[in-house]
């Protein structure tokens, strides 16, 4: 808590999905003392762009308890809205697709950055899956570097990025990524053609994760550690597993989206999901 009374700038991405929509929440009702969170938003058009805002983050249920705080909508925007400051972007672009004017803002200001923003397709191609999770947090961390008053960056990944250790006990750690050099293996991806990367998938990659989404959140924690560890301030991985519904806050029950467990919670609920295969 104390650590934002100095560092209280943020810029954060991934706030129109489920986890950054919460994480904005809890800073927003949490953390009186951060004056300002740049959210990088991605939007065609400028009309596009701020209808994103409005109807994937401010029109969410998850503000209903902050907004009960304040005597009127106007208020709440006063005083708590007028902390956010949108800015047009994309992960999968230069410079995440920046305007060389919002580019020189966010990082004359910074001082905290927290990459939330991820594709969690599983079905995506390596290709795909590469360019938004490995890429992504990549530029985020070549802009991060341009930030004079950065005091810290925090990136949030999976806890299944050591599923290839078969259930063994795994620690809040690193471990030897299972292809090899991360940085060679991630050079090594680039170069391929399209045919080379199709079979790289299919015969190395699926069989030591699941999906594609895993194996690139592992690849990026250690190509994080590579290029950042030179870097004179925290760096921090953070790591959930399975998320849920809100249980009582925010708000008891919220969720958005049909994945992961929600999805499961439906279908069963629905009996459509009988039998479940577990490991005893």
């Known amino acids: 808590m104390d650590f934002y009374t100095n560092n209280n700038v943020i810029f ?9 929509k919460a994480l904005l929440e809890m800073i927003l009702r949490s953390l009186p003392q951060v004056k300002k969170i740049y959210l990088l938003v991605r939007g065609s ?74 594709d969690t397709n599983w079905e995506r191609s390596l290709k795909e899956a590469v360019n938004s999770n490995c890429h992504g947090p990549l530029r985020m961390v070549k802009i991060a570097q341009g930030m004079p008053h950065l005091a810290a960056l925090v990136h949030i990944s999976t806890a299944y990025v050591n599923l290839n250790m078969n259930g063994q006990f795994t620690k809040e750690q690193l471990y030897p990524f299972p292809l090899g050099d991360a940085e060679d293996v991630f050079d090594k991806i680039e170069k391929m053609s399209e045919k080379e990367l199709s079979s790289y998938e299919h015969d190395v990659v699926l069989r030591a994760f699941p999906n594609t989404y895993f194996v690139c959140k592992s690849l990026t924690e250690h190509l994080l550690q590579s290029r950042c560890k030179h870097w004179n301030l925290p760096i921090a991985i953070v790591r959930p597993s399975a998320i849920t519904g809100a249980l009582l806050e925010p708000v008891p029950g919220w969720v958005e989206g ?15 999901i009988q039998e479940w295969i577990g490991n005893s």
């Open 45 to 118: 058009g400028k009309i596009m762009f701020q209808s994103r805002v409005e109807d994937e983050i401010y029109s969410s249920r998850i503000f209903e308890t902050l907004r009960a705080l304040f005597a009127s909508e106007q208020e709440f925007r006063c005083q708590v809205l007028s902390k956010v400051v949108p800015v047009q972007g994309d992960l999968t672009l230069k410079n995440l697709g920046l305007s060389e004017c919002d580019l020189k803002m966010v990082q004359s200001d910074t001082n905290v950055v927290i990459s939330c923003a991820a």
């Open 12 to 20: 954060l991405t991934g706030a129109t999905g489920f986890t950054g």
């Open 258 to 272: 049909m994945t992961g467990p929600a999805a499961c919670s439906v279908l069963c609920g629905r009996g459509i």
